[in-house]
């Protein structure tokens, strides 16, 4: 007898989340069948719900972060994306994004996280088949790409689950050319903003700086390392916080890479301020269109020299280099996970990463989708 999987589906655009149930269906070959243990809650996940990306479509299972155990492999699939032989039964972490290859930005930019054709799980890839199990907030994934994009996981599923928002970090950290014993700031204290530090420091950053709030949040960034807070709530004014951020830079001429991940334009203008002559601004926070923003070419950028380089997702290759650094326990990552919801939760979820990011009376972190919990 077929076996019988849930799944929250989204109607429509600021519709219900509604667990409906199907068939499960078997993996063919070059396919692998998931059973979801846990998948995170993303600010993506909230844009799509609010309708901001006009390619989005419905009926759809939300939910990229997903982390679960194999629960059958197709035929010819024997190995995970570094080539590791895996069974059965073993805890995998999801790429979720899937490229076409043959693109101009695949092919012959080698861009893939540019590619014209992508697609990813939990943005619905497959129009031609039910939503069900095309996204993690579902009891089970069905991974219908020709390869195998997931990796096998030495570490609880709480941890993994942060994997695809640690690889936006890791991309920060690759865009700014980070070097050994740099001075980085970043703007915004939620989940990308640790990250980016966490990876920042990996990548060689000797002092990092985060500016942000609430100081909830900034207390995490200093279990995650920051040398250096910066209460935006308690100080209100941008040209103060700028002359503090300087003041913790060699010579006080700013810093050598500030990461934007705020998502509100006014920060851009204020963290170009922050950046050394000749430094890198890295933009990764404006996930959809927020606003526009004034900026002054000559002050800004010609007359300092400043990059400005824009962050968009990841690759596989973010993904590969990000567990191990996950796994390692060098940073506090179990405290992340705030909040573990059954499927019928979903629409709060949303709610509250829409709002005051508080759920069940707790500041909410990161929120896991467990499907397997009732
Ligand atoms: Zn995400
Ligand atoms: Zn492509």
Redesign the pocket.
């Known amino acids: 007898m077929a076996r019988i999987g849930r799944a929250a589906i989204l109607d429509k655009e600021k519709g219900r989340f509604v667990v409906g149930e199907a068939p499960v269906p078997d993996p063919r070959p070059g396919e692998t069948l998931i059973r979801q243990a846990m998948c ?1 809650v ?4 909230v844009h799509m719900f609010h309708g901001h990306f006009p390619w989005t479509r419905f009926p759809l299972v939300l939910g ?2 997903i982390v679960g155990t194999i629960e059958r492999l197709g035929e010819g699939v024997e190995r995970d994306a570094t080539g590791e032989e895996v069974r059965e039964g073993d805890l995998v972490a999801v790429v ?1 994004g899937v490229q076409c290859g043959t693109c101009y930005f695949c092919a012959v930019v080698r861009e893939p996280g540019l590619c014209l054709n992508g697609r990813a799980y ?1 943005f619905r890839p497959y129009l031609d088949q039910q939503p069900h199990f095309q996204g993690g907030f579902s009891e089970y994934v069905l991974m219908s790409v020709p390869r195998s994009q997931f990796l096998k996981v030495r570490t609880t599923p709480d941890i993994a689950v942060l994997l ?2 640690f690889t ?1 970090g890791i991309h920060f950290a690759d865009r700014a050319n980070l070097r050994i014993g740099s001075t980085v700031v970043i703007q915004g204290a939620g ?1 990308i903003g640790i990250f980016s530090l966490a990876a920042a420091k990996e990548a060689g950053a000797h002092k990092t700086i985060v500016v942000g709030a609430p100081a909830s949040r900034l207390e995490l960034a200093k279990a995650f390392g920051a040398d250096v807070t910066v209460n935006i709530e308690e100080i209100k004014d941008p040209q103060e916080r700028i002359a503090l951020v300087k003041a913790q830079t060699p010579g006080g001429h700013g810093a050598d890479a500030v990461f934007e991940c705020t998502g509100v334009p006014a920060s851009i203008p204020e963290g170009v301020e922050m950046v050394r002559r000749g430094g890198v601004y890295v933009e990764g926070g404006h996930f959809t269109n927020a606003g526009d923003v004034v900026m002054n070419p000559f002050n800004h950028f010609v007359m300092r020299h400043i990059t400005l380089v824009g962050v968009w997702g990841s690759t596989i290759g973010h993904f590969v280099r990000g567990l191990p650094i996950l796994e390692s326990g060098r940073y506090p990552f179990e405290h992340m996970v705030s909040h573990r919801l059954p499927l019928e939760r979903v629409g709060e979820a949303i709610d509250c990463l829409s709002s005051n990011y508080r759920l069940d009376g707790q500041e909410a972190r990161k929120i896991a989708v467990v499907a397997s919990q009732r």
């Open positions: 995170g993303c600010g993506t996940d990229h972060e979720p939990g695809e928002p936006i989940a």
